[in-house]
């Protein structure tokens, strides 16, 4: 193994890819356009709900009701309509997602029965901020039934004790305020570096063929191992200062609480560069065609890290098959790891078994790389 | 005019029918990425993994936790001892809530005073964490109803007398049992459809670009129009199979129910590819090579998809952002797709999604052939 060879060649490889536009834009563009795309576009917080608005009854007591819909900050109450059919309508064509009815009943049953009840018909399309806006509806009646105790039963229910005999006393831990840009953003620094490593080394070798300068590059007395750690040296620069620039940008910009020691993703970054960089490699030493290996690439990194790393969404509730398969995807690992030193400030100890599936990954991965290219040259 | 492009027609389906691989690439992939897509896409959620810690260890306490076991929602993975294990549980990630009793807590709720329950959430999942809250609150109102009825049948407290129960009564249209595939794999079967056909055309033409054709078919007779033409209907028709397939796959496996008119989709589809087709095109006039259009296909794709309201409601996004979304084919193209599978509605509803598609699609196609005359002249 020789440093001199090992220079000279992350020195070639690093002058080719400033003058390769599509390198450069793969590494500098990407990042910035993936965090402010995603940063902004990726948001389950659901607020202002468009609702609907059915008043079979038109009382005080359902008027009462209907303005807390009114002015909680989660709905928006865009249309009142005058029977079911306008309801129909305004949900079938997507123009409100939730629609109140209050019975004509209401308030009689109030009185007479003390007990009532209000429909609340939700477009469940999308399952997700259904049963968050039914969860909302939820609070918002609990709150009117409960103020209606004070109100009309304040000496009744004193002689019952608590109007509510359990209080739940919830407190969130590590994502306090349950900000989905939070829990979205620190993955997506393992989805940007996973990208622009895969992407651009899987060009490295598959350029020399192309251009017939691998004949060349055989011919010196370059070994294999020493081309290898050349060419990915650059890589591994550019890589980490893309984590940099997203970590810095997601803290600084974003405003992502940073719990944990620099020197925790830093150990943790290096091991997953490894990893994403011998995959490039290996996939670039395997397939001779620029555009054949980008694209391998690109299945093998884009779409596992985004819909199978509990990037966005839980691994816990997958079908057991499909999490047997998240444990292939190595981006799962480092995006548990870089969540975790976020939001939670976890150390090296507590993080022992996602940062033993890296340092797996990265043995074996070395291993193939260097074995594959070894393999093309003979 | 019409035999030239029926010329082009019959020289694209030769081509297609040589190219082995290409079968497979259109048929392996797509299915596969629809099935495992399908059932990795999901925000459901059931048996959070849960850590108790009773400290009454009283009748009241146990009836209350063993609401939460048997519903399904949570699922306990731990007993603690001590708050410290509590701790240590949700530090590592081993379990995402903690469910605490402290001592008393019945002595509280025999006296009629209020008796707390204790909720830790581990917040990192921030839609998980919402949701699994919301049931925690469910499940507690339940118990505390239940509890004061009793409490009141035994201290004689008549009906009028007892406090009043506003309850919401829920009702989910379009999908019952808020199932999120459904939501999805339509979802899936769109977003594929763009990918798809969009890669397909813009390196169908810089291929042809890149081995010399492209300039031999420009000095034949042929007109750029009638080379646009010649290109997109093979494309067109590939496309629409692609859709059926996935369809049908998203039916068959998947069973999520198909409630509107075939004929909708159809039409919803035509337009959709229209826009997919000229960006493709687009794209190809621009590059030179397979790679760069590799490379642009990757920086427009990826912005459209993001867009799209795919995962993320678009309603969420900040309002600069919507804006942008205006001008996304596949934004239309899911509430297309979502409307007639699930909703079941027509295109009584759909008009505006399907003129906005229509829009871009003939503006995209339109610049694409300008550029494609520009670039041969």
């Not at chain 1, 992502?256 to 997953?272: D, H, M, S």
């Not at chain 2, 190219?19 to 990425?33: G, H, K, N, S, Y």
């Not at chain 2, 099935?35 to 209350?64: K, P």
Request: one cysteine or more; glycine letters at 8%.
């Amino acid at each position: 193994m020789n440093p001199r060879r090992i220079l000279a060649i992350a020195r070639k490889e690093l002058i080719q890819v400033r003058r390769d536009p599509r390198s450069l834009a793969i590494a500098l563009l990407l990042p910035v356009m993936q965090m402010f795309l995603l940063g902004y576009g990726i948001s389950l917080d659901i607020a202002n709900i468009p609702t609907c608005v059915y008043d079979q009854e038109a009382s005080q007591h359902s008027q009462a009701l209907l303005a807390r819909f009114k002015s909680s900050r989660y709905f928006r109450v865009v249309k009142s309509v005058r029977d079911y059919g306008g309801l129909r309508r305004a949900i079938d064509g997507g123009e409100c997602q939730l629609g109140i009815v209050v019975p004509w009943n209401f308030s009689r049953q109030l009185t007479a029965l003390g007990k009532t009840s209000v429909q609340a018909i939700v477009d469940a399309t999308n399952d997700n901020t259904a049963t968050l806006a039914e969860g909302y509806a939820q609070s918002v009646v609990s709150a009117y039934a409960g103020d209606e105790v004070e109100l009309r039963f304040a000496g009744t229910a004193r002689r019952l004790g608590a109007p509510q005999p359990l209080a739940v006393d919830s407190r969130v831990w590590f994502n306090e305020d349950l900000a989905s840009r939070d829990f979205i953003i620190p993955g997506l620094v393992a989805m940007i570096m996973a990208l622009v490593g895969a992407l651009l080394t899987s060009l490295t070798l598959s350029r020399e063929w192309e251009r017939g300068t691998m004949e060349l590059l055989i011919s010196t007395p370059v070994t294999s191992m020493e081309l290898m750690i050349g060419k990915l040296l650059p890589y591994f620069a550019i890589g980490l200062a893309d984590a940099a620039f997203c970590v810095a940008l997601a803290v600084g910009w974003f405003g992502v609480p940073f719990r944990g020691q620099i020197g925790t993703l830093l150990l943790t970054t290096l091991l997953f560069l490894a990893v994403v960089l011998g995959i490039g490699y290996a996939i670039s030493a395997s397939i001779r065609s620029q555009i054949g290996a980008s694209q391998v690439a690109l299945l093998f990194t884009m779409l596992p890290t985004a819909m199978l790393s509990g990037f966005s969404f839980p691994i816990d509730q997958m079908p057991a098959v499909i999490r047997a398969v998240t444990f292939v995807v190595y981006a799962r690992y480092y995006v548990t790891i870089v969540k975790a030193v976020f939001l939670k400030g976890s150390g090296l100890a507590q993080l022992s078994f996602p940062i033993a599936g890296l340092l797996v990954y990265a043995a074996v991965i070395t291993l193939v790389a260097a074995r594959a290219f070894r393999k093309s040259i003979g | 005019m019409l035999e030239r492009i029926v010329a082009l027609l019959i020289k694209e389906f030769l081509q297609m029918k040589r190219d082995r691989t290409a079968r497979f690439r259109l048929l392996i992939p797509p299915v596969l990425q629809l099935i495992v897509f399908g059932y990795a896409a999901t925000f459901e959620v059931f048996g959070v993994s849960t850590v108790l810690l009773d400290q009454d260890h009283s009748q009241e306490s146990r009836q209350l936790l063993s609401r939460f076991t048997s519903s399904g929602r949570f699922q306990v993975v731990q007993v603690a001892d001590s708050r410290r294990t509590v701790q240590r549980a949700l530090d590592l990630g081993d379990a995402t809530l903690a469910l605490v009793i402290q001592p008393g807590f019945a002595q509280l709720l025999q006296k009629g005073q209020s008796a707390p329950l204790q909720v830790l959430v581990d917040g990192t999942n921030s839609n998980t964490a919402l949701i699994a809250l919301g049931y925690v609150g469910q499940i507690a109102a339940g118990y505390a109803q239940d509890y004061a009825s009793t409490l009141a049948q035994r201290r004689g407290v008549t009906q009028e007398q007892a406090p009043p129960q506003v309850s919401l009564e829920p009702r989910y249209w379009y999908n019952e049992n808020l199932n999120s595939r459904w939501f999805f794999v339509p979802g899936v079967v769109a977003t594929l459809t763009m990918f798809m056909v969009v890669n397909l055309t813009s390196f169908a033409i810089v291929r042809e670009r890149e081995v010399g054709t492209l300039e031999q078919i420009m000095v034949t007779p042929v007109r750029p129009l009638e080379f646009i033409l010649g290109k997109t209907v093979p494309f067109f028709l590939i496309g629409f199979a692609e859709v059926a397939l996935i369809t049908a796959v998203a039916l068959l496996w998947f069973e999520v129910p198909f409630r509107g008119s075939p004929l909708t989709m159809a039409l919803g589809v035509s337009l959709f590819l229209l826009s997919a087709l000229g960006l493709g095109i687009l794209v190809s006039t621009i590059c030179r090579t397979q790679q760069q259009a590799f490379a642009t296909n990757f920086f427009v794709l990826n912005p459209l998809f993001t867009l799209s309201g795919f995962a993320f409601p678009i309603s969420s996004m900040p309002q600069a952002l919507q804006w942008v979304t205006l001008v996304d084919p596949l934004r239309y193209f899911l509430i297309v797709v979502r409307g007639t599978f699930l909703k079941g509605i027509g295109i009584s509803y759909l008009w505006p999604e399907l003129a906005a598609m229509a829009a871009i699609g003939v503006t995209l196609l339109g610049l694409s052939a300008l550029r494609l005359q520009k670039s041969v002249d």
